[in-house]
């Protein structure tokens, strides 16, 4: 069991929730947060559970995940340092979250979370701003699932992951996840994405040094095929 460290025995100065708030409310919000933290494969909350809390990444990756009704697996987001989680306003979590790699979050319970929206109305900006990226992942994945062909999705994933860790200046990107996880969140086969991988390797695009690094060799092509304007397809 992992045990929760008080917000008083950790710095928590760089929390997303804390941007652009003054003293107090950043004072008020770190009173009600606690750290936990959860080892790979360890489950934060499952489909279901009630949604007494809300999650803020620390550090670490998690993915999202629902089971369909025939047991295969549907990874619906992966997230990163500084995302929120959990802001929707249901009575039960409606996905599973899950630890990649070692991960800290911090918590927040809802009730008392919800009392300083009501209190600090620049709290709420800072959540609107959270629930509008989520918003834009949640469309950017509709476009991966429905339109997009396999090497444009795992181009896209490519860059999508580029821009979690680096930007327009990354050469490169880790990817703890495995390539599994990587079809189960592109829709595809683990077979079509090791394909498209070795495809944009001999295309000159990336570079597969270790299975957890890819490097960018291109990132002009690549976008190029992300975005349709390559034929490219396997």
Request: hydrophobic share 40%; proline share 3%; net charge negative.
């Amino acid at each position: 069991m992992h045990a929760q460290v008080h917000s008083a025995n950790a710095d928590l100065t760089n929390l997303a929730v804390l941007h652009g708030l003054g003293r107090q409310a950043s004072s008020n919000i770190m009173a009600i947060s606690s750290l936990q933290k959860k080892a790979p494969g360890e489950t934060l909350f499952a489909d279901g559970d009630e949604a007494d809390s809300v999650f803020e990444v620390v550090r670490g990756v998690l993915r999202l995940y629902k089971l369909l009704p025939d047991g295969r697996r549907q990874i619906v987001g992966f997230l990163w340092n500084g995302h929120l989680l959990g802001l929707a306003p249901e009575r039960n979590f409606i996905y599973t979250a899950e630890a990649v790699t070692e991960v800290t979050v911090c918590r927040y319970r809802r009730a008392a979370f919800e009392r300083l929206i009501d209190q600090h109305p620049g709290f709420a900006r800072t959540l609107l701003t959270a629930a509008s990226h989520e918003l834009r992942a949640a469309q950017d994945q509709m476009l991966l699932l429905g339109r997009k062909t396999a090497t444009e999705k795992v181009a896209s994933f490519i860059l999508m992951m580029a821009e979690q860790q680096g930007g327009d200046d990354a050469e490169g990107i880790d990817v703890p996840m495995s390539r599994n996880d990587i079809a189960d969140y592109l829709g595809l086969t683990i077979e079509t994405v090791c394909r498209t991988l070795t495809k944009l390797k001999r295309d000159g695009l990336i570079s597969l040094s270790t299975p957890a690094h890819i490097g960018i060799c291109d990132r002009e092509k690549l976008e190029e095929v992300a975005a349709g304007g390559i034929d490219s397809d396997l």
